[in-house]
């Protein structure tokens, strides 16, 4: 049962037993529960000020609750703002405006003012879309790899390792092995960690794939070709196996649900698969590099 106390009625709380003891409030915002005292609520000329001193009707339940239809997402930043006069802002943007919506509806008008003020300044600065560390030591990146709560996804590259000189188009399949990671990293940053690796290896351009902190699968794209007077060193831009290693790195994924997602991007194996007696297999690698890149990229 839910009763409506009048502004002319004071607002009588069953836990107060004598009026020197301090007045309490329990709040139940969106399914969320508070309890704070009457102080707190009506140190500012709030809309909450205005709501625990009687000048506004109250809706409470059978047990004493005080029911405001709002999410508790932000309430404690609002009473801790209500108590101390400043509180810590969100460090996500999105998070402060949802701050500043709650600091408006109950007309807290310092707190309104900071969290304008702290989304004008975001505004000014141009915040990257991923972050990839880069990586010179087998120590930072086994450290790298052990902290991440992610799949990692490696890219070492150095041309300056070669011992004989490179194939007419091995600097172009460098730069677009370096280009395809960009683009992954920008489309899977959220969901993968991605580390550039110019460490002292012998590998020229390589490929890792770390699943639990433990490497699943490695993809090496340099090899050693034989001429007729000297040998050459060959890169190579496997692009469909570098695709479907990261497909595959997904499964390593901590989720509580089937990966829509990876299931979509992988609905392609069954259409290749019976196609592989109507296609050569250079036709079949074509093929599935297309699809994949369309799914992925």
């Given at each position: 049962m839910i009763n409506y106390l009048d502004s002319s009625e004071s607002?009588?709380?069953?836990?107060?037993?004598?009026?020197?003891?301090?007045?309490?409030?329990?709040l139940n915002i969106g399914g969320s529960l508070f309890y704070t005292t009457i102080g707190t609520l009506t140190k500012h000329d709030t809309m909450l000020k205005a709501m625990f001193s009687g000048r506004m009707k109250v809706l409470t339940d059978t047990e004493g609750w005080?029911?405001?239809?709002?999410?508790?997402?932000?309430?404690?930043?609002?009473?801790?703002?209500?108590?101390?006069?400043?509180?810590?802002?969100?460090?996500?943007?999105?998070?402060?405006?949802?701050?500043?919506?709650?600091?408006?509806?109950?007309?807290?008008?310092?707190?309104?003012?900071?969290?304008?003020?702290?989304?004008?300044?975001?505004?000014?600065?141009?915040?990257?879309?991923?972050?990839?560390?880069l990586t010179s030591s087998n120590a930072d990146l086994c450290q790298l790899i052990t902290m991440s709560t992610k799949?990692?996804?490696?890219?070492?590259?150095?041309?300056?390792?070669?011992?004989?000189?490179?194939?007419?188009?091995?600097?172009?399949?460098?730069?677009k092995n370096v280009e395809l990671f960009d683009k992954l990293s920008l489309r899977f940053g959220s969901r993968f960690l991605f580390i550039k690796d110019v460490s002292g290896s012998s590998e020229i351009c390589c490929w890792s794939y770390f699943g639990l902190a433990t490497k699943v699968a490695e993809v090496?794209?340099?090899?050693?070709?034989?001429?007729?007077?000297?040998?050459?060193?060959?890169?190579d831009f496997p692009e469909a196996r570098i695709y479907e290693e990261c497909l595959n790195l997904m499964l390593?994924?901590?989720?509580?649900?089937?990966?829509?997602?990876?299931?979509q991007a992988t609905s392609w194996r069954g259409a290749v698969s019976g196609m592989s007696s109507a296609y050569g297999s250079d036709d079949e690698d074509e093929r599935t590099r297309i699809v994949l890149r369309k799914r992925l990229v």
């Open positions: 607002y009588n709380f069953k836990m107060q037993s004598q009026e020197s003891q301090p007045k309490y409030a329990k005080v029911l405001i239809d709002r999410c508790g997402k932000h309430f404690n930043s609002v009473l801790n703002f209500l108590r101390d006069e400043h509180v810590a802002l969100p460090d996500k943007t999105h998070e402060i405006a949802e701050l500043l919506a709650e600091a408006k509806f109950y007309l807290i008008s310092p707190l309104v003012e900071s969290c304008q003020q702290a989304l004008r300044s975001r505004q000014c600065k141009i915040e990257p879309q991923c972050r990839i560390p799949p990692t996804v490696k890219l070492l590259i150095n041309r300056h390792n070669n011992k004989y000189s490179y194939t007419s188009a091995s600097d172009d399949n460098l730069l090496c794209c340099t090899s050693i070709v034989y001429a007729t007077d000297k040998k050459h060193t060959k890169v390593y994924e901590n989720r509580t649900e089937p990966d829509q997602e990876l299931m």
